[in-house]
């Protein structure tokens, strides 16, 4: 059954007894426990003191109140229905509310009854899912598409006399003083307007000016309104494809902005030429390229003016183009219509960047191995008329029968045609048998020759340029022969390089991958040639084309060559003769090895500490070779004169350039210190 308040000022003794029941239950903890929140209560006070109003809601809600002295008065209620207990306080801030008093919700859960007017000025507290209907608070409110001053003409009408609605600007904020219930719904009126829609974005082309210039300048001059948080959200963005401006934000700013953009975009006095200094690439490379471009738009524009009927020569003329390389100044000069300078300059910037480097190191290494062996006996008769080889093996022309005949002429005196052995150990043995004379001779050879050659070239370039290194001898060669008609005859010669070549050119791809072109050869002039002629040149070569990492070593090709000969010539039947048979053959073999590898690196320089520490390397590499040979010293030249090259600190420690020494047009002199003297 609802509990019953109900009592007039003519019922005194029932408000006495209910005013000394609230007394005590007020003074109790705020934290008491209250009734069921479910129960239903029957309030209906008819000029009823509003104290005593406000100690049965404190009664039945557990809130400790502080009333403000100026708050008296009396009240009527006319409940017709019981209400829950949980929405007595609502049905009381409705009452004071009426009444011309609000509750303002202070610090440690207490609330102050106030005034309406005044309850602004104490402290209260924020919107929260906690806050009732008619409680006043404080609510600050983030504007993120709308300037927050605008809002404010708008939204005053919805807010009472004794509310509080401001606009901070530098945020771009709303701050409402207001009952929760009037707070909540300004609030959802402010969701509703402050959206961000496809009318915030407005697109300008341009005629005359570039979009990224227009941009500079505009920004430059809204910089005084740069602490705006307003401002801060109106964007200019520039386009330098379609050499447009994009402008996103308010509607009146954009208006402002827009007259702006259209003042600015007006032809320049200077006429469409533009000058293009270059910092990294070549002026005659670009110029070349931008012409191609030109040519191929005008082509272009000429096939759609006869589609379209043609237009005069005069604008034929005006749309032409002309680009002009200054080699002095590595610069590129462009002259005509304004829409396509913008759009040569627009690729020059993107083409004048620093390009990466690439060094190669290239390992060549090569081992061989070649073993000879020649056994063999010769077999000769003859008497006082002359001898015959009747086993005769002419091995490079010195067979039996050469070297006999030799021997004579020299016996003779003939000192000019020698006899010339085979190479090795030559043995020879004669007898008589009657008047005939028999000629034993045994050759026997055995040669070993190795070689272990490794070559380390390395070369560096910029990306997708090629290079190529060549140490080695010019070597001339007969490539023809003509004789005259008095019968002199005269060669052709030609020179060509002998020694280590190394030809690339690198392109570095997406990541840190490198594709490189490689021609790499190495050649030498066989052992015994002479002269110009009949010269033989022993060459290995290679050309290809890899992917590989940076700085990673791979392997490009190689050869592993074994070869073995061996040559038996021998008197048939006798030289088959178990053991006897040796002394009617002759036989050789030879036994070749050759181990060839290529192998590479690449290293990626893309800026100047990896250039310098590549560098260093190399240089104290070649400064250590240096110092041990001079502490080997030489027997013939004094340690101190070998050259050695200087401390790579020494270097660094250099003094700066002229220009950079003067101070005020005068110029510094600067001592250069000595190189520290090796010992």
């Not at 093996?393 to 010339?420: K, Q, W």
């Amino acid at each position: 059954m609802p509990t019953l308040f109900s009592f007039n000022r003519y019922t005194l003794p029932v408000a006495l007894s209910l005013s000394l029941l609230a007394s005590s239950i007020a003074a109790q903890s705020p934290d008491s426990p209250v009734g069921n929140p479910d129960e239903e209560l029957v309030l209906n006070l008819r000029d009823a003191d509003i104290n005593g109003l406000i100690e049965i809601v404190s009664l039945e809600t557990g809130i400790n109140f502080i009333v403000d002295p100026r708050v008296r008065g009396q009240v009527n209620v006319v409940s017709g229905k019981p209400v829950r207990r949980g929405e007595l306080y609502d049905l009381f801030l409705g009452v004071l509310k009426s009444y011309g008093f609000a509750a303002v919700e202070g610090s440690e859960g207490v609330v102050r009854i106030v005034p309406e007017v005044q309850a602004k000025e104490n402290e209260v507290a924020g919107l929260n899912e906690d806050s009732r209907g008619d409680e006043v608070i404080t609510h600050v409110i983030s504007v993120k598409h709308i300037n927050a001053g605008q809002l404010v003409r708008i939204l005053r009408p919805l807010v009472p006399k004794g509310g509080h609605l401001a606009a901070a600007a530098e945020s771009n904020t709303l701050v409402i003083a207001d009952t929760a219930a009037n707070v909540r719904r300004i609030e959802g009126l402010i969701h509703r307007i402050d959206r961000e829609s496809m009318d915030d974005f407005e697109i300008i082309p341009l005629e005359h000016a570039a979009a990224a210039d227009i941009m500079r300048m505009v920004q430059g001059l809204e910089g005084d309104n740069s602490g705006d948080e307003f401002n801060k959200r109106t964007r200019i963005i520039a386009d330098e494809r379609t050499n447009t401006i994009i402008l996103r934000g308010e509607a009146a700013r954009r208006a402002s902005l827009r007259k702006m953009v259209y003042q600015m975009d007006v032809p320049g006095d200077s006429g469409n030429s533009q000058v293009h200094y270059l910092r990294y690439a070549k002026a005659e490379d670009v110029a070349e390229l931008l012409r191609g471009i030109a040519e191929g738009r005008d082509r272009n524009n000429v096939q759609t003016s006869e589609d379209g009927a043609a237009g005069s020569m005069s604008s034929m003329d005006e749309s032409k183009v002309r680009i002009q390389a200054h080699e002095s100044t590595n610069s590129v000069v462009i002259f005509g219509p304004a829409e396509l300078t913008r759009d040569l300059s627009g690729i020059i910037t993107q083409l004048d960047i620093r390009r990466a480097q690439v060094l190669v190191e290239a390992v060549i290494a090569e081992v061989s191995y070649d073993r000879a062996k020649e056994l063999g006996v010769q077999w000769g008769i003859g008497n006082d008329n002359g001898g015959v080889g009747i086993i005769n093996f002419n091995r490079g022309g010195r067979g039996i029968v050469n070297l006999a005949a030799g021997v004579n002429n020299f016996l003779e005196g003939d000192v000019t045609t020698p006899p010339s052995l085979a190479d090795g150990a030559t043995f020879g043995a004669a007898g008589n048998i009657g008047s005939t004379q028999i000629a034993m001779l045994v050759n026997a050879l055995q040669g070993d020759s190795s070689s272990n050659i490794l070559s380390t070239p390395s070369l560096l370039t910029l990306d997708n340029e090629e290079a190529e290194i060549v140490v080695g001898q010019n070597v001339p060669f007969i490539v023809g022969r003509s004789v005259e008609d008095s019968g002199q005859a005269f060669d052709t010669i030609e020179r060509q390089d002998v020694g280590i070549k190394l030809k690339i050119r690198p392109q570095i791809n997406e990541g840190n991958a490198v594709r490189l072109e490689i021609a790499q050869e190495v050649s030498q002039i066989a052992q015994g040639a002479s002269g110009a002629a009949d010269i033989i040149t022993n060459k290995r070569s290679l050309t290809t084309t890899v992917m590989v990492d940076d700085n990673e070593l791979i392997v490009l090709g190689g050869l592993i060559d074994d070869q073995m000969v061996e040559t038996r010539d021998k008197v048939p039947g006798l030289g088959d003769i178990p053991g006897l048979g040796r002394l009617f053959r002759y036989d050789t073999g030879r036994l070749e090895k050759r181990n060839l590898m290529v192998f590479l690196r690449p290293v990626i320089i893309r800026d100047t500490a990896v250039a310098e520490s590549v560098t260093h390397s190399k240089y104290t590499y070649i400064r250590d070779q240096q110092l041990k040979e001079q502490e080997r010293g030489d027997r013939m030249l004094p340690s101190d004169s070998m050259p050695v090259l200087p401390d790579w600190n020494y270097l660094l420690s250099l003094p700066p350039p002229f220009e950079n020494a003067a101070q005020g047009g005068v110029p510094v002199k600067t001592a250069i210190p000595a190189p520290p003297k090796v010992n």
